[in-house]
């Protein structure tokens, strides 16, 4: 393998490619031809023991140790699981949403401890205790030349066929939340900070983005659709130990929670504030 795509073939990227299909133009995705919305399975609907429903494992590379996900019942409610010790891998659902109609995402997360040593700016020490993954279609014959060549030979290397872009929202040890960061494996993959530092850890924090609105301001462009979504807790890079739990994540209309307590000790933090 040609050392230069090696990078690609080891991130987020790689892993939501299994759920891309053909390039949507923006004239495929009118008012007049709407997508055909394809819901994400709650991890709560889900008994606990064994991995959510609709959901697969994102192996990013099969040298790499892979960090044990399961659903478990805290608090009266089933969430997901992650522990990694040295490990990278995630799970993700293949979806089919125009995030036009669905723009807020909605989820929650709850952390023991940062990644210490983690710096998202600096390939050596890309590490989160939690990101959620986002993959959009587009059309890639729009790219500069460059990053059709990287797309193309990724795909004869790996077998995947990529996403157009990808966003991530991660918790972020030192940068200012709201900040993108662009990946240092591909200019295609950016990660935007949802929380930053230590304000949290070892509560459950809700968050609401509008999704629209982050991918433009990472991307420059209005998104098309999305066709994956997936968490990852990964330690690879650092070689530390973190646990993790993932609460509910949904693609709703509106906006639903607000920067107060809902009544069961969560702590809603909302940024993205536009409606």
Same mark, same amino acid.
């Given at each position: 393998?040609?050392?230069?795509?090696?990078?690609?073939?080891?991130?987020?990227?790689?892993?939501?490619?299994?759920?891309?299909?053909?390039?949507? =133009?923006? &004239?495929?995705?009118? +008012?007049? /031809?709407?997508?055909?919305? %394809?819901?994400?399975? @709650?991890?709560?609907?889900?008994?606990?023991?064994?991995?959510?429903?609709?959901?697969?494992?994102?192996?990013?590379?099969?040298?790499?140790?892979?960090?044990?996900?399961?659903?478990?019942?805290?608090?009266?409610?089933?969430?997901?699981?992650?522990?990694?010790?040295?490990?990278?891998?995630?799970?993700?659902?293949?979806?089919?949403?125009?995030?036009?109609?669905?723009?807020?995402?909605?989820?929650?997360?709850?952390?023991?401890?940062?990644?210490?040593?983690?710096?998202?700016?600096?390939?050596?020490?890309?590490?989160?205790?939690?990101?959620?993954?986002?993959?959009?279609?587009?059309? =890639?014959? &729009?790219?500069?030349? +460059?990053? /059709?060549?990287?797309?193309? %030979?990724?795909?004869? @290397?790996?077998?995947?066929?990529?996403?157009?872009?990808?966003?991530?929202?991660?918790?972020?040890?030192?940068?200012?939340?709201?900040?993108?960061?662009?990946?240092?494996?591909?200019?295609?993959?950016?990660?935007?900070?949802?929380?930053?530092?230590?304000?949290?850890?070892?509560?459950?924090?809700?968050?609401?983005?509008?999704?629209?609105?982050?991918?433009?301001?990472?991307?420059?462009?209005?998104?098309?659709?999305?066709?994956?979504?997936?968490?990852?807790?990964?330690?690879?890079?650092?070689?530390?130990?973190?646990?993790?739990?993932?609460?509910?994540?949904?693609?709703?209309?509106?906006?639903?929670?607000?920067?107060? +307590?809902?009544?069961?000790?969560?702590?809603?933090?909302?940024?993205?504030?536009?409606?």
């Amino acid at each position: 393998m040609n050392r230069f795509f090696v990078p690609l073939a080891v991130t987020l990227l790689a892993g939501l490619a299994g759920c891309a299909q053909q390039p949507v =133009k923006p &004239s495929e995705t009118t +008012a007049t /031809q709407p997508i055909r919305d %394809t819901s994400l399975s @709650v991890f709560s609907a889900s008994p606990a023991g064994a991995l959510p429903a609709g959901w697969e494992p994102l192996v990013i590379l099969r040298t790499k140790k892979q960090t044990q996900y399961q659903l478990v019942s805290k608090e009266n409610r089933t969430v997901l699981h992650a522990r990694a010790e040295s490990a990278s891998s995630g799970l993700m659902q293949q979806v089919a949403i125009d995030p036009m109609q669905q723009p807020w995402l909605e989820w929650q997360w709850k952390i023991t401890d940062l990644v210490q040593a983690a710096d998202n700016t600096q390939r050596a020490t890309e590490d989160s205790p939690v990101r959620i993954i986002l993959g959009f279609d587009g059309d =890639k014959d &729009s790219l500069p030349f +460059a990053d /059709q060549i990287l797309f193309e %030979t990724a795909k004869v @290397v790996t077998g995947y066929d990529f996403p157009y872009a990808t966003l991530m929202y991660i918790w972020e040890n030192k940068a200012p939340i709201g900040t993108v960061i662009r990946s240092t494996h591909s200019s295609r993959i950016k990660m935007m900070v949802a929380a930053q530092g230590t304000r949290g850890i070892g509560e459950w924090r809700s968050f609401a983005r509008n999704i629209v609105e982050d991918y433009e301001k990472a991307f420059g462009e209005k998104p098309g659709k999305l066709i994956g979504v997936g968490v990852l807790t990964d330690t690879d890079n650092t070689g530390e130990t973190v646990e993790a739990w993932y609460g509910d994540i949904r693609l709703l209309r509106k906006r639903a929670i607000r920067a107060a +307590a809902d009544g069961t000790g969560t702590e809603s933090l909302v940024v993205g504030q536009s409606e």
